[in-house]
């Protein structure tokens, strides 16, 4: 018999939703939800189609939270077959989105369909907060969401992000928690001038060298049992006209810190700001935080995510904090524990990306459980 999980991935990974395009994904979830109870907002901010759906009015709050935007395809030669039309081929379901992350949308889905047929007066409320702008800025997605929720006093208390999250097998790996990201974009200025006479320039270059090389060497924590020592890391540097007897008059530099929860942005800006002005340079920097870290150590979320893994796979899951951010950075700081639990991450933003036909109906099994346990 055919998945009802396949079924829903392939019709999601069938529309083109490249960011901020939802391309009609969300209006296929509404068709479903509506139909199993769920009350459904769509929430339209520029060109960001957002969905809020609810069931129930009572808390706790369970939110399933996720995107229907992808990234851009890459060369479509490049690709053994079409990436909007879905194809299954050695066992593999293959197209845009399939690992990350239409196949836990759809997870998401038929788990609540099959729970809420079990339990049709389950305690709390369950929600999908589905977003079309996770991929791109972000600026008009969950963060806007989560505002608008914010503004009329709605509580999330457990949130499931349906990001990738696991490396060989699915449920292998939760991530628990998020580094923050802060960046910035240095520009030091100089004098041009002419390199035999530079007596009459300044040369940003080498006023800057002694300052990037303490901040590369600024031990800023030690990180701790979820999270690795924060790291100063330069992107990129610019400089000079191309011509080799030109010293250049400006230096642009591009970096990025991916902090702990040991360590908060303000104190990074100012120790990032108090090293330059100790060489005395004519800075100007554009700062960039795009997530404070976040951490669900433990509590009833970890606890559902572990015991629903274990009885579904028999693995014993492992909690991580590792690789880059997610939507959970918006949910975390209202009080929400949060967890990030998907398929295997191994293609995901490839070229041919793809996840496995058989994890499908395992991840929502898994949902399946973890709903059993919060919302008995």
Not at 266 to 273: G, L, P, S, V
């Amino acid at each position: 018999m055919t998945s009802a999980t396949l079924e829903l991935a392939k019709a999601l990974i069938g529309r083109p939703s490249v960011t901020p395009d939802d391309a009609g994904c969300q209006a296929m979830l509404v068709q479903r939800l509506s139909t199993i109870g769920f009350e459904c907002e769509t929430l339209q901010f520029g060109e960001v189609t957002n969905l809020w759906a609810r069931r129930g009015k009572a808390s706790p709050v369970l939110a399933f939270a996720g995107h229907t935007d992808v990234v851009p395809t890459g060369p479509l030669e490049d690709w053994q077959s079409d990436p909007f039309i879905p194809e299954i081929r050695d066992g593999y379901l293959y197209g845009r989105g399939a690992a990350d992350m239409k196949s836990s949308i759809a997870a998401m889905v038929t788990a609540c369909e099959r729970f809420v047929k079990e339990r049709s007066d389950h305690s709390g409320s369950i929600a999908f907060l589905i977003t079309s702008d996770e991929e791109g800025p972000a600026t008009d997605g969950t963060v806007k969401v989560i505002e608008t929720l914010e503004a009329r006093g709605e509580k999330i208390d457990w949130a499931l992000v349906g990001e990738p999250s696991s490396s060989q097998n699915v449920g292998d790996i939760v991530k628990n928690g998020r580094r923050g990201s802060i960046g910035g974009t240095l520009t030091i200025n100089g004098i041009q001038g002419h390199v035999a006479y530079p007596q009459l320039a300044d040369n940003p270059i080498h006023k800057a060298l002694p300052a990037i090389n303490e901040l590369r060497q600024i031990e800023w924590d030690h990180g701790n049992e979820f999270f690795p020592p924060t790291s100063f890391q330069i992107s990129n540097i610019n400089s000079g006209t191309g011509a080799t007897n030109v010293i250049p008059g400006q230096l642009s530099i591009l970096f990025n810190l991916r902090y702990s929860t040991e360590l908060d942005h303000h104190r990074i800006i100012e120790t990032i700001e108090k090293t330059l002005n100790k060489y005395k340079l004519d800075y100007k920097i554009e700062w960039n935080h795009s997530g404070l870290p976040f951490l669900t150590a433990e509590g009833e979320l970890v606890e559902a995510a572990q015991q629903a893994i274990k009885q579904v796979t028999g693995l014993d899951t492992k909690l991580s904090t590792a690789g880059g951010t997610s939507d959970g950075r918006f949910i975390a700081p209202t009080g929400a524990q949060v967890l990030e639990l998907g398929p295997v991450n191994a293609t995901i933003h490839q070229i041919d990306e793809c996840v496995s036909v058989a994890d499908l109906d395992v991840l929502s099994d898994i949902y399946q459980g973890m709903l059993q346990r919060l919302l008995r």
